[in-house]
Nanobody
Framework: QVQLVESGGGLVQAGGSLRLSCAAS????????VGWFRQAPGKEQEIVSA????????YYADSVKGRFSIARDNAKNTVYLQMNSLKPEDTAVYYC????????????????????WGQGTRVTVSS
């Protein structure tokens, strides 16, 4: 059984930073692509960032390019999302998800491409 646990969310002022963590158990996270999604109140879930199984391909939504960074720490079986220069519009619940497709380069951008999900961590950015 795979479990993904997000952490690192919280309340931060605009311009601040947070680092979200996605820790996996039951699977070796380095064997799979990982995506970060978010869902703001009243809005649909959207892709934020993704990293391929091989780790050399990443995706960022236009709204976070240049501000967010995704990275793996295989020794800790964890994927991070570093979020800098946060804006009020980044306020949402952030979810990490695991794609067990064996493709080494895929960075899925839709929820249906992912197989396992965490419970989410809330990020609130105040203006």
């Amino acid at each position: 059984q795979v479990q993904l646990v997000e952490s690192g969310g919280g309340l931060v002022q605009a311009g601040g930073s947070l680092r979200l963590s996605c820790a996996a158990s039951g699977r070796t996270i380095s064997d799979y692509a990982v995506g970060w999604f978010r869902q703001a109140p009243g809005k649909e879930q959207e892709i934020v960032s993704a990293i391929s199984r091989r780790g050399d391909s990443t995706y960022y939504a236009d709204s976070v390019k240049g501000r967010f960074s995704i990275a793996r720490d295989n020794a800790k079986n964890t994927v991070y999302l570093q979020m800098n220069s946060l804006k009020p519009e980044d306020t949402a619940v952030y979810y990490c998800a695991l794609d067990i497709t064996p493709s080494p380069v895929r960075t899925g951008t839709t929820p249906r491409e992912y197989d396992y999900w965490g419970q989410g961590t809330r990020v609130t950015v105040s203006s």
